[in-house]
């Protein structure tokens, strides 16, 4: 069964500080990882995609990915108040659009 | 351009009956995912649409069903309501394969149904 683990947290992190986030796929054969955001009561918001090896930046995340290690992580710089949230690490494997899910990790941002 | 949608937003139901829930995917999208997300289970695939063809289903029971239309909008249905189907059911929209953002699904609001 393909499994996605993220780290359970819950995590809480100083306004300011960055938040680092991580996840592990047991899918050799995923080609494409995503991060989403999302908020109490709310559906998912997709924040960041990888597919290479290395690092990809948009704004004040950065989302890594290590395809040998089957290692996908988020950093969050500058974290916010706003960034509160549960993060969902998800994997897609295959020719389907089926996306695998982690637990979620809860981030809080302390004022 | 607007996101997806998903109608109705809430609904209540009892023990053995059934329910349709509709979305209307992103304008250009041709794929139609969904999902249940629980407190228990998390986020757990159910099935995947293209072109009105279901291509993969996930390991839920038979009681739910789908169908995409030719306009890409999407209904699901389940049947013989149980109060473990009491869930928010999202539904997310890809566009096709190949072409700017690959592999990405965008959700809708989702549905929240609650099974008395």
């Known amino acids: 069964q393909k499994e996605v683990e993220q780290n359970s947290g819950p995590l809480s992190v100083p306004e300011g500080a960055i938040a680092s986030l991580n996840c592990t796929y047991s899918d050799r054969g995923s080609q494409s990882f995503f991060w989403y955001r999302q908020y109490s009561g709310k559906s998912p918001e997709l924040i960041m995609s990888?597919?290479?090896?290395g690092d990809k930046e948009d704004g004040r995340f950065t989302a890594q990915l290590n395809k040998a290690s089957q290692y996908v992580s988020l950093l969050i710089r500058d974290s916010q108040p706003s960034d509160s949230a549960t993060y969902l690490c998800a994997v897609l494997s295959g020719s389907a659009r089926q996306l695998t899910f982690g637990s979620g990790t809860q981030l809080t941002v302390l004022p | 351009k607007a996101g997806v949608t998903q109608t109705p937003r809430y609904l209540i139901k009892t023990r053995g009956q059934q329910v349709t829930l509709s979305c209307s995917p992103i304008?250009?999208?041709?794929?139609v995912s969904w999902y249940q997300q629980t407190p228990g289970q998390g986020l757990q695939f159910l099935f995947e649409y293209f072109s009105e063809t279901q291509r993969n289903k996930g390991n839920f029971p038979g009681r739910f069903s789908g169908r995409q239309f030719s306009n890409s909008r999407s209904e699901m249905n389940v049947s013989t309501l149980e109060l473990g189907d009491s869930a928010l059911y999202l539904c997310?929209?890809?566009?096709?394969?190949?072409?700017?953002?690959?592999?990405?699904?965008?959700f809708g609001p989702g549905t929240r149904l609650t099974v008395l």
């Open positions: 304008s250009g999208h041709r794929s």
């Open positions: 990888i597919y290479s090896n």
């Open positions: 997310a929209s890809s566009p096709l394969p190949g072409t700017s953002g690959r592999d990405e699904q965008f």
